[in-house]
T-cell receptor, first 114, second 115 residues
Framework: AQKITQTQPGMFVQEKEAVTLDCTYD???????LFWYKQPSSGEMIFLIY??????QNATEGRYSLNFQKARKSANLVISASQLGDSAMYFC???????????FGAGTRLFVKA | EAEVAQSPRYKITEKSQAVAFWCDPI?????LYWYRQILGQGPELLVQ????????DSQLPKDRFSAERLKGVDSTLKIQPAELGDSAMYLC?????????????FGSGTRLTVV
């Protein structure tokens, strides 16, 4: 069965510092995709970054990068140069390629301090 | 920028009443998803449509929940009768097709409170 685990309920980071949000996953399928979404207090889910299981390089999107360690089944999100607007819930998610369902972790709440 | 439209934004209803949510996906997106997000948890898939067909409704409580996407465009999710435990955020999302590489586009959600 597929599972996403986010063990950090809350994280604090100083503005302009980098922060790593942890995500581990479990699947028996060889082909899958990993995602990170941001959910501000307004409620909408914003897609941030995607990593395919066969991608050789870690994905990057602006200040977001995904530290993908396939053997350890981890897909940590790194946010560089944190901004006050980064304060939000962050969800890690997984979908088997060609599959129908994306499953989400429980989320990590990030607080950026001025 | 194209977006997924949802309404209403907020809904308060009494238990045992019927309630309905509407979603209009991005034009051209064949796949539509309804997720439920209980406070403090991640979203959970309720139902997924490919065009007008349901491809996954395994987590939909079918005794009280129903969903339709009659013309393969917009969709309605209904709860009848509502229960206190249905209080949650209901999120709609769309993508070009099932299995599309990349993330979904989500709407702003409907926050339901059952009293």
């Amino acid at each position: 069965a597929q599972k996403i685990t986010q063990t950090q309920p809350g994280m604090f980071v100083q503005e302009k510092e980098a922060v790593t949000l942890d995500c581990t996953y479990d699947t028996s399928d060889p082909s899958y995709g990993l995602f990170w979404y941001k959910q501000p207090s307004s409620g909408e889910m914003i897609f941030l970054i995607y990593q395919g299981s066969y991608d050789q390089q870690n994905a990057t999107e602006g200040r977001y990068s995904l530290n993908f360690q396939k053997a350890r089944k981890s897909a940590n999100l790194v946010i560089s140069a944190s901004q006050l607007g980064d304060s939000a819930m962050y969800f890690c998610a997984m979908r088997n390629t060609g599959g129908f369902k994306t499953i989400f972790g429980a989320g990590t709440r990030l607080f950026v301090k001025a | 920028e194209a977006e997924v439209a949802q309404s209403p934004r907020y809904k308060i209803t009494e238990k045992s009443q019927a309630v309905a949510f509407w979603c209009d996906p991005i034009s051209g997106h064949a796949t539509l998803y309804w997720y439920r997000q209980i406070l403090g948890q991640g979203p959970e898939l309720l139902v997924q449509f490919q065009d007008e067909s349901v491809v996954d409704d395994s987590q939909l409580p079918k005794d009280r929940f129903s969903a339709e996407r009659l013309k393969g465009v917009d969709s309605t999710l209904k709860i009848q009768p509502a229960e206190l435990g249905d209080s949650a955020m209901y999120l709609c999302a769309s993508s070009l097709a099932t299995g599309t590489v990349g993330g979904y586009t989500f709407g702003s959600g409907t926050r339901l409170t059952v009293v």
